[in-house]
């Protein structure tokens, strides 16, 4: 299947003196990474667009790579209850059109906030994460990493963690480590048996792939009733009905509406077809402030792919309930890809839209986006 910013007086002097260069690349004297006892807060830099950043306030350096471009930019997405899923016109819903089968709404609780990446992981990040691999097909600093699997992507996330003094989030059995270098060579000819174990280490601080929970969650971005409301709109941009081009990187020759007649997937000879990605924040965020939910590159999830009334039983905390924090299936043959692609028709970008992939993939339209406890 194819798938609160807050600024002290002194760090306001600083960026508005000095810009965030001088953020990045401590001047002769000042403490390194290992002398300090960090204490992390968010500021605003002052390019254009701005940008929230995590740094020191004491000694000024960034979390991440010592550079702009590869700073991971996160946004924190408050925990609560929504409806996943996509109406099908029962309970006095309104059928979501082109829905599949597998979208089964039902209600869902994520217990604990997080922060979720602003942006889709850039080839910038990746290269000075992976020690410059890029098997990226469409080149780009600032472009969405794709053509990376599965595993290449738990393996960005630990490493990425540990570069940072993050505790690893992932943990695989067979090799009894947390350490990607103990993993040994990223597979990709085949599924692996032992990196399909992996576990996500209970209490861990470090980078990780969203659930499809915590996804769909963001990505539908906040409104009224949202516990409860069970006629939820298809997208988490602009009015919520449609996606048409200029509001995200995809095939616009067949964009989506439900205000229509009829409604839903539709022809348009005139619509943008750029046929390849853009600059992650090309196009306009949800109101969580999350860019490119919706098109760009399929977003690599944590889950495998399965029915919700059978995976949305298993949770990573084990004193959750029935539908709090679901973690999906333990097994399976496929992980689940969300948000569609410059390749998708609007109907594949629908909050709903689950798609899947075996985790040794690796295509053009294929990437991730991180997320932090």
Not at 37 to 46: A, D, E, I, R, S
Not at 169 to 188: E, K, L, M, Q, R
Not at 236 to 257: E, L, Q, R
Not at 313 to 331: L, V
Request: glycine residues 10%.
């Amino acid at each position: 299947m194819k798938k609160r910013i807050f600024v002290g007086f002194a760090l306001i002097v600083l960026l508005a003196v000095g810009g965030c260069i001088n953020l990045f690349f401590p001047e002769k004297g000042e403490k390194v990474e290992g002398e300090c006892n960090h204490k992390w807060v968010w500021v605003l830099t002052n390019r254009v667009p701005k940008e929230s950043i995590e740094i020191c306030a004491k000694c000024r350096l960034t979390r991440g790579n010592p550079r702009l471009d590869t700073v991971i930019k996160m946004t924190w997405i408050p925990a609560g209850t929504f409806i996943m899923g996509s109406p099908n016109g029962a309970n006095r819903t309104i059928t979501e059109p082109n829905r599949l089968g597998y979208e089964t709404q039902h209600s869902v609780t994520l217990t604990k906030g997080y922060y979720m990446g602003v942006y889709q992981v850039t080839q910038a990040q990746y290269k000075a994460v992976m020690n410059g691999s890029n098997p990226s097909y469409f080149k780009g600093d600032s472009r969405p990493v794709e053509s990376v699997n599965w595993y290449h992507a738990i393996v960005f996330c630990n490493r990425l963690s540990m570069a940072e003094g993050l505790s690893p989030a992932y943990y695989i059995p067979h090799y009894d480590s947390t350490n990607p270098a103990v993993w040994g060579t990223i597979p990709t000819g085949n599924n692996d048996a032992n990196w399909d174990a992996v576990q996500v280490v209970a209490g861990s601080t470090g980078y990780r792939l969203p659930t499809e929970a915590q996804w769909e969650y963001a990505a539908r971005g906040d409104y009224p009733n949202k516990a409860r409301e069970v006629n939820t709109k298809p997208f988490g941009i602009g009015d919520g009905t449609k996606v048409i081009s200029g509001m995200a990187n995809f095939n616009g020759t067949y964009p989506y509406d439900v205000t229509r007649r009829p409604p839903g997937h539709y022809n348009d000879s005139t619509g943008i077809y750029l046929a390849r990605t853009t600059d992650v924040g090309s196009y306009p965020a949800n109101n969580y402030g999350l860019y490119d939910m919706h098109g760009n590159v399929y977003e690599w999830c944590w889950n495998w792919f399965g029915y919700y009334n059978t995976s949305f039983k298993t949770s990573t905390e084990p004193e959750a309930g029935e539908n709090e924090d679901p973690a999906g299936s333990p097994a399976g043959t496929l992980r689940v890809l969300r948000g569609g692609s410059w390749f998708s028709g609007g109907d594949s970008l629908r909050s709903a839209f689950r798609a899947s992939g075996e985790p040794h993939w690796r295509e053009y339209d294929n990437g991730f986006r991180l997320l932090r406890p």
